[in-house]
């Protein structure tokens, strides 16, 4: 995720936005606006590009036996170059492939809109999706998030404006261009439920995947929502089963990297964030839940959930006792508190009130765990552990630590093993 002063030192190619317009489109094709991308990248010190057919076809991975896809691209070139929208000197219908072609692309001054290298490359390199309608959904989304940092446009809208077949093809996509690729990232509002009763799937926000971009979504997000409630209109979180399956699909992949230790930083944020947007998906459907509670890698609902929400909900200090029961700390400074006596093994049993009510801390917890099936180990034991004769040296202990060590030359390895 790149922050924006990082972006000023990428290197860039322009697109014309009037190559979104139909006419353009049914006169030069979707592949045109890839091809024009791909030789500005060769930019010559005198303002000209330079480029091959071969090397087109190389970036764009077409085999030398594929000569339906070779002349595909030679037309697209031999046509944009007789409308003047690429100038040479050279005749591209008559150059063979490995010919070098020098020629001048006109950039529009305004109305543009900039691609950097590194997204450029990652779309051609991408081998699950048509790389041309790929780029041509990209930059379409980019020059319509603009300046704004965010668009909010209906797939079915988008997919006419670019010329794909139908929402369903630009949702596919999107998945690649944010799941894959990383390079944009979307959010929802969630479905929109009518004073009428009828319901309706907010469109999606799209934003680029830079830094602070996640911010302004969820902001942008929250002003939405809060516009539709405003107007009368209900918002619930509400997915249809595709979706459901469509995130257990994801988990699944992360999974699977998780366990073979080849995870990337970002995928745990991201696995812990889908596990946690599916358990909030089923948390309702009892039979459900229960089938799929022990899947979960990283987000625990009980933890995370079940136990946040019964504490919470207490109005005292959300811990039992003092935090600092001992008062041996200085939590601001980190000093040892001097004792009473200055003795080592000293314990001040008026400090130990927080264990007071014992009995009814272990009913609670033992309600608790039992509504919840949570196993954990019993902590009386743990609470035994700690009382003050506990804590103690056995007459024996004391003699030995008085006969050989001074409270000024003892290390906290020898006093681990006086307590063993």
Known sequence: MK????????????????????????????ASILILALIQKNLLVRGQYIYNLQYLFDVLDIKKNNSTQQKKIKDCLVQLQKDNIIISDVDISKANNNQLIYVNIDIPETNYTVVYDFELD????????????????????????????????????????????????VSRMVDVLEKELKLIITDNVGTKKFK?????????????NYKGSKELLKTKKEEYKQELIEDGIKITTNKTANEKRSIKGRINYLVSLFEED?????????LRQKEE??????KNDEDLLEKRIDEFVLFNPMVDEVITKEMTTEKEPKHFGKPNPMKKVDYETGEIIETKTGSVNELDNDNLDWLNGV???EEFWNEFEKKHNIKKEDTVDVINKYKPESLQFTEEQQEQYDKRYEITDITDDEWLDLLS
């Open 3 to 30: 922050t924006y002063e990082q972006l000023e030192n990428e290197k860039f190619v322009f697109v014309d936005n009037k190559f979104f317009t139909k006419e353009y489109q049914e006169q030069y094709g979707i």
């Open 122 to 169: 990652a779309i051609v390199k991408c081998k699950e999706e048509n790389v041309y309608n790929l780029f041509n959904l990209f930059t379409f989304l980019k020059y319509r998030i603009g300046i704004k940092g965010y668009c909010y446009w209906n797939q079915t809208d988008i997919a006419y404006s670019i010329g794909l077949k139908s929402r369903k093809v």
């Open 196 to 208: 009428d009763g009828s319901v309706k799937e907010s469109n999606y926000m799209y934003a680029l």
């Open 262 to 270: 080849s995870i990337s930083d970002d995928e745990v944020e991201e």
């Open 277 to 282: 947007e599916y358990y909030n998906l089923i």
């Open 359 to 361: 009995e009814e801390k």
